[in-house]
């Protein structure tokens, strides 16, 4: 009897885990919001960073990144989310750090296209215009899209680092649809058909090699996506095989949806250069909302019942961050196993951005333009469940009354109306002549509302932290005095305007001046101290005069000339020799002169007791 109600007992326990185990594995992703995975990683961060937990994440600290690949991605994210950040102040770091640039050869890079397309992505997250972005050496606009896009090709090809300068010079060319003018060095058609024509046979792309990889491959698709919609076909040699292709963009991109699918592991994560990471993953996920399709849903990018979303939500750490990987990736030698990583956490940012995006019917995470209106939208829903309809009995009539809506939408929002294809294959396959409704059907043309600048106003509370400035600034005060200074240029006039101004301009030029100091002393080190282990005494001179001007610094400059503690090394060994060969020379000096003294004593006694015995002899004598 005891047995049985045992066996009762146990049997309960398996139907409750067999009741609650699938749940749990189906909830995994559904458990956490996107918004919370974000909040997570923007809490870590800040952690990382040393800030304040409810302050900004675009500190002080942080705006120093400003320019560079650790600091531009995650303002993007935050502003792709709506979060509420310092991004005023890291437009004027940026802007400031880009006209120091644009003075020095190369501007921005001599081979890397992607420093102006990754740096007008993070002025457009942070409200400005890349356009027009400070001024050059010759006291003209900077215009970021143009001289890294459509015409770098004047100075270094677009694609002098790989494909990757074709695909993010479309993405910053597309973030707002800008125009290219008649006499630009590449059209839109030539950046396409350069994608395009690196596609492998298995519809995947690389940086190099000839095996698909699913981050180069969804960042192709990223660019491509606002040309899904688009009839248009391009004719291209293939650079792996030398096959002549004409295909349409839709055609290409189908291939590498199919190409991504099969290389999605069951876990629902990729694997590229051998390694399973989490920035594979949110790249597929980025692509996917670009393209309008539903990552969680779409039947091809569900392994085991793994979404995307469970695929990378697998480097989730208990601190908020992500990993990048659980194995250590050559690939990636700063990355550490197990650990929360910022280059993941970045990415994983802008990826939950994206599909935050998607879910609420937004534009996609590159196109900066104004939302679309609500009229505009109504249009296209109306238009993809008209689409949605569609059998084999659907009437011509309909179908070009369907055809008829979609041309007179604005070209450049043609794009988000999903399942387009379906309409278009089925009107063909009627003999509906497309390209003659494309023709007749005048698009209506909708105004973007760029918006007014609002009025800045520089506040009592900068105004206080302008005359809190040390009377001896250094470096550190960098990123509040060009903060400040761009707020104070574009602020409203006040009393005073021009005292602060006067100040301000100063303090910055100060600042330069400090920096300036601090790259020579780099250079200088470089070029005259390295390797240590070659200086010798005849250094000396040349270490001292460094160390000098090393030691003239602040200790928070100090921190920032390259190999510091090697200078304090090296000076301090030269200081040891030389105190070495001064005491053995004084020692020496004291060794002879003790030597002579008792030389010359002996002497005097000798002749002390030579003059005793003369006398002595003297004296007998006269006795």
Same mark, same amino acid.
């Given at each position: 009897?005891?047995?049985?109600?045992?066996?009762?007992?146990?049997?309960?326990?398996?139907?409750?885990?067999?009741?609650?185990?699938?749940?749990?594995?189906?909830?995994?992703?559904?458990?956490?919001?996107?918004?919370?995975?974000?909040?997570?990683?923007?809490?870590?961060?800040?952690?990382?960073?040393?800030?304040?937990?409810?302050?900004?994440?675009?500190?002080?600290?942080?705006?120093?990144?400003?320019?560079?690949?650790?600091?531009?991605?995650?303002?993007?994210?935050?502003?792709?989310?709506?979060?509420?950040?310092?991004?005023?102040?890291?437009?004027?770091?940026?802007?400031?750090?880009?006209?120091?640039?644009?003075?020095?050869?190369?501007?921005?890079?001599?081979?890397?296209?992607?420093?102006?397309?990754?740096?007008?992505?993070?002025?457009?997250?942070?409200?400005?215009?890349?356009?027009?972005?400070?001024?050059?050496?010759?006291?003209?606009?900077?215009?970021?899209?143009?001289?890294?896009?459509?015409?770098?090709?004047?100075?270094?090809?677009?694609?002098?680092?790989?494909?990757?300068?074709?695909?993010?010079?479309?993405?910053?060319?597309?973030?707002?649809?800008?125009?290219?003018?008649?006499?630009?060095?590449?059209?839109?058609?030539?950046?396409?058909?350069? %994608? /395009?024509?690196?596609?492998?046979? !298995? =519809? *995947? #792309? +690389?940086? $190099?090699?000839?095996?698909?990889?699913?981050?180069? @491959? &969804?960042?192709?698709?990223?660019?491509?996506?606002?040309?899904?919609?688009?009839?248009?076909?391009?004719?291209?040699?293939?650079?792996?095989?030398?096959?002549?292709?004409?295909?349409?963009?839709?055609?290409?991109?189908?291939?590498?949806?199919?190409?991504?699918?099969?290389?999605?592991?069951?876990?629902?994560?990729?694997?590229?250069?051998?390694?399973?990471?989490?920035?594979?993953?949110?790249?597929?996920?980025?692509?996917?909302?670009?393209?309008?399709?539903?990552?969680?849903?779409?039947?091809?990018?569900?392994?085991?019942?793994?979404?995307?979303?469970?695929? %990378? /939500?697998?480097?989730?750490?208990? !601190? =908020? *961050? #992500? +990993?990048? $990987?659980?194995?250590?990736?050559?690939?990636?030698? @700063? &990355?550490?196993?197990?650990?929360?990583?910022?280059?993941?956490?970045?990415?994983?940012?802008?990826?939950?951005?994206?599909?935050?995006?998607?879910?609420?019917?937004?534009?996609?995470?590159?196109?900066?333009?104004?939302?679309?209106?609500?009229?505009?939208?109504?249009?296209?829903?109306?238009?993809?469940?008209?689409?949605?309809?569609?059998?084999?009995?659907?009437?011509?009539?309909?179908?070009?009354?369907?055809?008829?809506?979609?041309?007179?939408?604005?070209?450049?929002?043609?794009?988000?109306?999903?399942?387009?294809?379906?309409?278009?294959?089925?009107?063909?396959?009627?003999?509906?002549?497309?390209?003659?409704?494309?023709?007749?059907?005048?698009?209506?043309?909708?105004?973007?509302?760029?918006?007014?600048?609002?009025?800045?106003?520089?506040?009592?509370?900068?105004?206080?932290?302008?005359?809190?400035?040390?009377?001896?600034?250094?470096?550190?005060?960098?990123?509040?005095?060009?903060?400040?200074?761009?707020?104070?240029?574009?602020?409203?006039?006040?009393?005073?305007?021009?005292?602060?101004?006067?100040?301000?301009?100063?303090?910055?030029?100060?600042?330069?001046?400090?920096?300036?100091?601090?790259?020579?002393?780099?250079?200088?080190?470089?070029?005259?101290?390295?390797?240590?282990?070659?200086?010798?005494?005849?250094?000396?001179?040349?270490?001292?005069?460094?160390?000098?001007?090393?030691?003239?610094?602040?200790?928070?400059?100090?921190?920032?000339?390259?190999?510091?503690?090697?200078?304090?090394?090296?000076?301090?060994?030269?200081?040891?020799?030389?105190?070495?060969?001064?005491?053995?020379?004084?020692?020496?000096?004291?060794?002879?002169?003790?030597?002579?003294?008792?030389?010359?004593?002996?002497?005097?006694?000798?002749?002390?007791?030579?003059?005793?015995?003369?006398?002595?002899?003297?004296?007998?004598?006269?006795?």
């Amino acid at each position: 009897m005891k047995e049985a109600v045992k066996m009762k007992k146990i049997l309960a326990v398996f139907i409750c885990i067999a009741l609650i185990f699938p749940a749990c594995l189906s909830a995994k992703a559904e458990s956490i919001s996107v918004l919370e995975i974000a909040e997570g990683i923007i809490s870590w961060k800040k952690t990382d960073l040393g800030a304040d937990e409810n302050g900004f994440l675009l500190n002080s600290s942080f705006l120093e990144l400003a320019g560079s690949t650790a600091g531009d991605w995650y303002p993007i994210g935050l502003s792709r989310l709506g979060k509420d950040d310092n991004f005023g102040g890291y437009l004027a770091v940026l802007k400031d750090n880009a006209e120091a640039r644009y003075r020095e050869q190369g501007k921005l890079s001599s081979a890397k296209a992607t420093e102006w397309h990754r740096i007008a992505l993070a002025v457009l997250a942070a409200g400005g215009d890349p356009t027009n972005f400070g001024l050059d050496e010759n006291g003209q606009p900077i215009d970021l899209i143009a001289d890294g896009t459509y015409d770098r090709g004047k100075t270094t090809s677009l694609g002098r680092q790989g494909i990757n300068g074709w695909i993010w010079g479309l993405i910053a060319l597309d973030s707002k649809r800008y125009e290219i003018p008649e006499n630009a060095y590449y059209s839109r058609e030539d950046i396409i058909k350069e %994608i /395009l024509c690196r596609q492998f046979s !298995d =519809g *995947g #792309f +690389a940086l $190099s090699g000839k095996t698909a990889d699913p981050d180069i @491959t &969804a960042m192709a698709l990223q660019a491509l996506s606002p040309y899904y919609n688009s009839e248009k076909r391009y004719s291209y040699t293939l650079k792996s095989t030398g096959e002549e292709l004409e295909k349409t963009v839709r055609e290409a991109i189908d291939e590498a949806i199919e190409c991504l699918s099969e290389l999605q592991l069951g876990t629902g994560d990729f694997k590229s250069w051998g390694t399973e990471n989490a920035e594979s993953t949110d790249q597929v996920l980025v692509a996917l909302c670009c393209l309008g399709i539903d990552p969680l849903k779409d039947e091809r990018f569900i392994k085991n019942g793994n979404t995307l979303l469970d695929g %990378i /939500l697998k480097y989730k750490m208990a !601190d =908020g *961050g #992500f +990993a990048h $990987s659980f194995t250590f990736d050559p690939e990636n030698p @700063t &990355a550490v196993p197990n650990s929360s990583n910022s280059m993941a956490g970045e990415q994983t940012l802008y990826a939950i951005a994206a599909l935050w995006r998607f879910q609420n019917n937004m534009r996609s995470l590159y196109d900066f333009r104004p939302e679309q209106s609500e009229a505009l939208k109504e249009r296209i829903s109306l238009l993809e469940t008209g689409i949605s309809e569609i059998t084999e009995a659907t009437d011509e009539e309909k179908l070009t009354e369907l055809l008829t809506a979609f041309y007179s939408l604005p070209e450049n929002e043609r794009s988000y109306v999903k399942r387009y294809w379906a309409l278009s294959d089925t009107a063909r396959e009627k003999g509906i002549d497309i390209e003659k409704i494309a023709e007749s059907t005048v698009a209506e043309t909708f105004e973007e509302n760029n918006g007014e600048t609002e009025n800045v106003i520089f506040s009592e509370s900068d105004k206080r932290t302008a005359e809190a400035l040390p009377q001896k600034l250094t470096t550190e005060q960098y990123v509040t005095v060009t903060a400040l200074l761009d707020k104070l240029e574009r602020s409203k006039d006040f009393e005073g305007k021009a005292r602060y101004l006067e100040k301000l301009t100063k303090a910055k030029a100060e600042i330069a001046s400090v920096q300036s100091e601090i790259d020579s002393l780099n250079g200088e080190i470089l070029e005259k101290l390295y390797p240590y282990d070659s200086i010798t005494l005849s250094d000396k001179k040349t270490v001292d005069e460094i160390y000098a001007r090393y030691e003239a610094l602040s200790e928070y400059e100090r921190a920032k000339i390259t190999g510091s503690g090697d200078l304090v090394k090296t000076k301090t060994k030269l200081d040891n020799i030389l105190r070495g060969i001064i005491i053995a020379l004084i020692l020496g000096v004291i060794a002879v002169v003790t030597a002579v003294l008792l030389v010359l004593g002996i002497c005097k006694r000798r002749r002390k007791k030579e003059r005793e015995m003369e006398e002595l002899e003297e004296r007998y004598k006269d006795e």
